[in-house]
């Protein structure tokens, strides 16, 4: 063997939030970090502590000790403390690709501002599970080396291993011990502290700790992990080194910045070996090395309030911002900074995640309302100017309603849209003998042509505010039409006051049960579940939207069912069935049901069981067919009265085939349906629920099947092995455990919850890119903006500023540089394919200059273009950053 190199690593893991609330960490956290200064200072041979990777923690300590800034700049300038590369140590599963992005991204702005470069280290040591393309985005920061524990195990992994994303792109990992993972080594000196051992007994321990590490692989490079939980510095580590020096005279035993050990490894590269993809593998052996699943369904409407903040930063904030700078009318960049700051301090794993104490997920939601409030301020601003109409106050005068869409490809069908007029608006109209008074109005396209509409809803003299902000109060009316929206842009439709009744007659629905367009058949049925058919391919999917309400007695870490269970489904639950819409373009029918479940666990004198008592769970879902779409969309309200269980929904796909796929960020993976029997009797048994983002299915080999799409809050699912080739999507759980306390009433999640979802009938035509495509229109409505103009005006022609072809390729985001000018543009693709595949991108304004550019933004290569427009090729699940310079 050659001779080995020993490293020596000096952290600590500051789980920001868990047990105890943020302020309580903190106050913890400044004794940590002032204690670890004052040891650095003091000990110059104590060389290199590593600050968890994380920088939030600078900005809380100096929120408190704003004096030490100098002393803390010039130990992390003089490399003695090692920072970045997160601003946060996210969880990966439940944020999005852009989210991940935009933490690294800030984490490297708060390392510049301390004057040195992130960590090029993918620091992961607890995040419950990691995405398959956590690689090639940690090389899109130049990052590339890695350290994880969860996930893989000791027992087919080696201590040092490839770990490779779809594209190719790969990070030589370290894998933590299974036993005691990052505080391994600290756990060895804390028994020889604890038991007041002698030198030589502590060298002894050393000795068999280190062989036990060397012998993890057969690449002669070692790693001790000194690290834990909230664990001061350890001022005796010089100490140690020299005992380990003694006990390894052969050795090299370094106290540096970890990269040195992946620099060194790159010449053992090629005899690495290599694990592709998702990691998400049971623990297997004693110790801490746990995967932990069930955080996915934990606490949904913290999951539901992050992805609709996402959306509105991603899809909305973001390209509004970048396109009111480059059209003369710049929004302060410190408020998307601010908002962001809010949304990714609620990021830490212990804190999306849904398994700390209850004040630590009441402080989120403060949070996300401000990321919500700024976003909103910033939408209203560029909207205000983007949808503004010339004004008359005439009374009877026409409105025209501007619609826009945020999203970079049109949006052609069926939209739900407001329209708001004056209370004395003089064109109404009443059924004989003076029924209920509707306004009497018409709308056109800027072509002229009438398009008809299903009047859905009335609301009389409610207060609504107006795109500037304004309160007034308006009769709003809401319809169902057809409409044709270009791409990450806006189009008119005016509306003509009547003399006439404004009816249309047309139904899309004939019968009392069952609605059909062009590709879809619905039927409800009478126990409340629906059957799609697949009028193309002559497919049936039945007993959809079923519902089983289990027992809960674990808590935000793991779902766990009582030995005595009762399994509650809704099959034999009351049931009420009504048509809530039936217009021209659209219906919509509402289903309740009534499930009788356990009020609550007992906790009797023989054990836990699901108490006799029962409640109802309401459970009331709109299900709406609209002309031209290949799938139905669902709005489902769920009234919470129970404690302590889990309520799934039921997907019967009728797709027989053991894999089912789900997507994450920047990808979709596959996976074998059921669980692995042979993990019976491993630490941490497998289990059938694992993540989604938002979106799973199954499908024939011909392309045929069908898929779940959910637009917020939803990101755990399972693949059942039955005949019917079910998909199992984990609703919410209710449960009372919180670490360190005796039980808390916020997880139980009593009152009402809401979901959005579509079910989807698949054919070839229907990649991964339309199913996030679809998504995205699920998460984003057309903004619509009313207002009055003169009698001779005409709705404008539609505008598009940004706009992507469609193909497997699809924009993350659009936005503003994180350091750029107003002219400049940062546009990000990724394949969601395993083939290579173009697209072109188009923009409003031209083209000075276009570079590919690393997810850092760094630019790289300069990009062919023509004026306005530029090709995009990309390989199988490659994600790209453009940076554009737009001309003057």
Request: net charge negative; charged share 25%; proline share 6%.
């Amino acid at each position: 063997m050659k001779q080995p190199s020993i490293y020596y690593f000096s952290s600590t893991h500051w789980d920001r939030e868990w047990y105890e609330s943020f302020q309580g960490f903190r106050f913890r956290l400044v004794a940590v970090m002032n204690e670890m200064i004052e040891e650095l200072e003091r000990r110059p041979e104590f060389t290199t502590f590593h600050l968890d990777g994380q920088t939030i923690v600078l900005d809380d300590y100096l929120a408190i000790e704003p004096a030490q800034r100098e002393r803390l700049a010039r130990l992390i300038q003089d490399g003695r403390i090692v920072i970045g590369p997160w601003y946060v140590m996210p969880d990966e599963y439940v944020l999005s690709g852009e989210s991940l992005i935009r933490n690294l991204l800030t984490g490297r702005r708060i390392c510049q501002e301390w004057g040195t470069e992130p960590w090029k280290y993918g620091y992961v040591c607890d995040i419950f599970g990691h995405i398959a393309q956590m690689p090639q985005i940690f090389n899109g920061f130049g990052i590339p080396y890695a350290i994880l524990g969860r996930g893989v195990n000791e027992h087919d992994v080696p201590a040092h291993f490839r770990w490779r994303s779809p594209d190719g792109s790969e990070c030589i990992t370290f894998k933590l011990q299974d036993a005691s993972s990052y505080g391994a080594f600290l756990v060895v000196l804390m028994e020889a502290e604890r038991r007041g051992l002698s030198p030589d007994d502590t060298k002894q321990l050393i000795r068999t700790a280190v062989d036990r590490e060397l012998g993890r692989s057969p690449v002669p490079v070692c790693l001790l992990m000194d690290s834990q939980d909230h664990a001061r510095i350890r001022p005796n580590t010089p100490d140690y080194l020299n005992m380990i020096r003694e006990l390894y005279p052969e050795a090299d035993v370094l106290h540096v910045n970890l990269e040195r050990m992946g620099e060194q490894l790159e010449a053992y590269r090629q005899e690495l070996p290599v694990r592709s993809g998702e990691l998400n593998e049971p623990g297997k052996a004693p110790g801490s090395n746990y995967l932990i699943t069930h955080t996915l369904s934990s606490r949904y409407p913290l999951k539901q309030a992050n992805d609709e903040c996402q959306t509105l930063l991603e899809k909305w904030v973001e390209p509004l911002a970048a396109l009111s700078a480059l059209r003369g009318f710049p929004v302060q960049r410190a408020f998307v900074d601010l908002a962001y700051r809010y949304l990714l301090q609620n990021h830490p794993h212990d804190s999306i995640c849904g398994c700390s104490i209850d004040q630590v997920h009441r402080d989120m939601l403060y949070r996300f309302d401000q990321t919500r409030e700024l976003s909103r301020q910033v939408i209203r601003t560029v909207m205000s100017r983007e949808t503004a109409v010339p004004a008359t106050s005439h009374p009877g005068a026409a409105r025209m309603v501007t619609l826009w869409n945020p999203l970079p490809f049109p949006r052609r069908g069926v939209a739900t849209v407001d329209i708001d007029f004056e209370p004395d608006y003089p064109a109404r109209y009443q059924e004989p003998f003076g029924y209920e008074e509707k306004n009497s109005f018409t709308v056109y396209d800027h072509r002229g042509e009438e398009i008809p509409y299903g009047l859905c809803r009335m609301r009389k003299r409610t207060t609504v505010k107006g795109v500037g902000g304004e309160a007034k109060i308006a009769d709003r009316h809401t319809v169902s039409l057809e409409v044709d929206v270009p791409a990450m842009g806006k189009a008119q439709y005016k509306i003509v006051p009547g003399a006439k009744p404004s009816r249309y007659l047309e139904r899309m629905s004939g019968q009392e049960r069952a609605a059909e367009n062009e590709r879809v058949r619905l039927t409800v049925r009478d126990n409340g579940t629906i059957a799609l058919y697949d009028k193309q391919a002559g497919i049936g999917y039945d007993h959809l939207l079923s519902y089983q309400d289990d027992g809960e007695i674990g808590d935000g870490w793991y779902h766990v069912n009582p030995v005595e269970d009762r399994l509650v489904a809704s099959y034999g639950a009351p049931c009420t069935i009504e048509t809530v819409e039936n217009g021209p373009v659209r219906t919509v029918f509402r289903i309740t049901h009534e499930l009788r479940v356990p009020r609550f666990m007992e906790q009797g004198t023989h054990g836990l069981r699901r108490s006799d008592d029962t409640v109802v769970l309401t459970v009331r879902s709109r299900i709406g067919l609209s002309k031209g779409a290949a799938h139905v969309d669902v709005e489902t309200e769920i009234d919470n009265r129970a404690r302590n269980h889990r309520l799934r929904l039921a997907v019967p796909t009728g797709v027989p085939d053991s894999h089912y796929f789900v997507n994450q960020p920047f990808a979709f993976v596959e996976r074998k349906t059921g669980i692995r029997a042979e993990t019976q009797d491993w630490k941490e048994c497998d289990v059938p629920e694992k993540q989604m983002g938002g979106i799973v299915g199954k499908r024939r080999q011909d392309g045929t099947g069908l898929a779940f799409v959910s637009a917020f809050g939803l990101h755990e699912c399972a693949g059942r092995d039955d005949d019917q080739g079910t998909i199992d999507v984990t609703l919410f759980r209710s449960f009372a455990k919180t670490r360190q306390t005796d039980g808390e009433e916020d997880g139980q999640l009593e009152g009402v919850l809401r979901f959005k979802y579509a079910l989807a009938v698949l054919d070839d035509a229907v990649t991964p890119a339309e199913l996030i495509r679809l998504q995205e229109c699920l998460q984003t409505d057309l903004y619509a903006a009313t207002g009055k103009v003169g009698d001779d005006s005409a709705p404008a022609a539609p505008v598009c500023y940004f706009e992507l072809s469609r193909s497997d390729i699809c924009i993350s985001v659009i936005k503003r540089p994180d350091i750029g000018d107003d002219d400049e543009l940062i546009v990000r693709c990724y394949n969601v394919s395993d083939r290579e595949s173009s697209a072109r991108f188009t923009c409003f304004r031209t083209l000075a200059e276009v570079n590919e550019a690393a997810l850092d933004e760094r630019s790289g290569a300069a990009v062919p273009h023509e004026a306005d427009a530029f090709d995009i090729r990309l390989g199988p699940w490659k994600i790209q950053t453009y940076r554009l310079r737009l001309g003057r």
